[in-house]
């Protein structure tokens, strides 16, 4: 009968484990696939010391039970030699069918990655710490704002959620409150006063150069469409017979300038806005005043768009920010008590604290705003503050006397 093996401390060795001559300890497997690998270790048992000047690790029968349990539940080894980046981008090429703007989002978070030491982390090594500690140095060194950090963890998450459910890795490393980690510095886009609004109409239609603008933002602050449905309007969209506009697309344009037709937002984006007299109005303004040029514009089958660009080519969102940007600039220069930032999505904010504050039928004001959620309608596009509440006790205490 042959002698078992022993450790320099004369401890018996199991199947597999040798120590080697510097002392170290190696445990030899074969992995799920029938892959020869080794595992390395100072220590034998989880009780003996570290050696003076050695990382402290698991101990080899530690890492020996981790491995056992590996492939007890099948987990890939070495996380499939997969990285961050290579996880991310196989990811992103299941995800078929999405939006322009989505496949955008997909395309920062990987050239994020592509920069980051954490990006070729092997996917089975990163744990919680890792990633918490990678979020905040976006943050804290890189000056990162938060609802971009949100952006690369939201596809972070699922990513290694994909992993987790494939058995390459046993834990989701991203599995935790963004709030717990990273300060939420956004700054919430706040509808602005019923005065602002009329104040900064008023500076845009007397003013020489920007008045050329004034009929698309009065739109836009009495009607609360999304701005790439606004420049998705076609001549034909607009029913003046009925006094409504047919909102069923949203123009948008790629980083490479390729003009891209969607769908609305959401399913009950597609809807008929209704018009006042002065909205159709300023519609019929904008008609009138349309230059047509050499070559109609043509996207996806689609023409007649309401607004054209220099190049004769369709306005993206991009035009109407930068005239805003510009408009409130100007504004600020002139007069002392400043205009806050006011955005295509800002108007549409307006829009809507101005219905909601003016009593309209939540429902009613979820189907105009084109919300799948009314607790959008309610806690996200709504500013009330404690002199609308004064207002609308006043009001419900007249109705009561009546």
Not at 71 to 77: E, I, S, T, Y
Not at 230 to 243: A, E
Not at 319 to 340: D, L
Not at 351 to 359: D, W
Request: aromatic fraction near 8%; charge should be positive.
């Amino acid at each position: 009968m042959s002698e078992k093996r022993r450790d320099n401390k004369n401890r018996i060795l199991h199947n597999g484990e040798i120590q080697k001559a510097d002392g170290r300890y190696r445990f030899k497997y074969q992995d799920i696939n029938g892959k020869t690998n080794y595992v390395y270790s100072w220590r034998l048992d989880k009780n003996d010391p570290t050696p003076k000047g050695k990382t402290r690790d698991l101990s080899l029968r530690e890492k020996e039970k981790q491995i056992e349990q590996d492939m007890f539940n099948q987990v890939v080894p070495n996380g499939g030699n997969f990285t961050v980046i290579t996880l991310v981008e196989k990811y992103v090429g299941l995800k078929t069918g999405v939006r322009q703007s989505t496949v955008a989002g997909y395309k920062t978070v990987i050239n994020v990655l592509k920069k980051e030491p954490f990006g070729r982390m092997r996917i089975d090594k990163v744990k919680t710490s890792d990633a918490k500690s990678w979020l905040i140095k976006l943050q804290k060194k890189d000056g990162r704002g938060y609802s971009s950090i949100h952006s690369i963890r939201g596809v972070l998450r699922p990513a290694f959620e994909m992993a987790l459910n494939d058995d390459l890795i046993k834990k989701n490393p991203f599995a935790f409150e963004l709030s717990s980690v990273v300060v939420n510095d956004s700054v919430t886009r706040e509808a602005i006063t019923r005065k602002q609004e009329r104040d900064l109409l008023k500076f845009i239609k007397e003013d020489a150069h920007f008045c050329r603008y004034y009929d698309a933002i009065y739109i836009l602050f009495n009607t609360g469409l999304r701005i790439s449905e606004f420049c998705g309007l076609t001549i034909n969209d607009i029913d003046f017979k009925k006094m409504k506009i047919n909102v069923e697309r949203q123009l948008q344009r790629s980083s490479n300038m390729e003009y891209i037709i969607e769908k609305p937002k959401t399913e009950s984006g597609t809807r008929f806005v209704p018009m006042t007299i002065e909205v159709a109005d300023a519609f019929r303004r904008i008609i009138e005043q349309r230059e047509n040029p050499k070559v109609e514009p043509m996207v996806d089958g689609i023409v007649g768009f309401l607004c054209l660009d220099k190049n004769d080519m369709p306005m993206v969102a991009l035009h109407w920010e930068k005239y805003m940007q510009h408009i409130r600039e100007k504004y600020n220069s002139i007069y002392k008590v400043q205009m806050p930032c006011v955005t295509p999505h800002v108007c549409r904010h307006t829009f809507c604290s101005k219905m909601a504050k003016s009593g309209m039928n939540p429902k009613t004001l979820q189907y105009i705003m084109g919300h799948a959620d009314i607790s959008v309608t309610l806690n996200t596009y709504t500013h009330v503050n404690f002199e609308d509440a004064k207002d609308e006790m006043e009001r419900l205490s007249l109705i009561k006397a009546i």
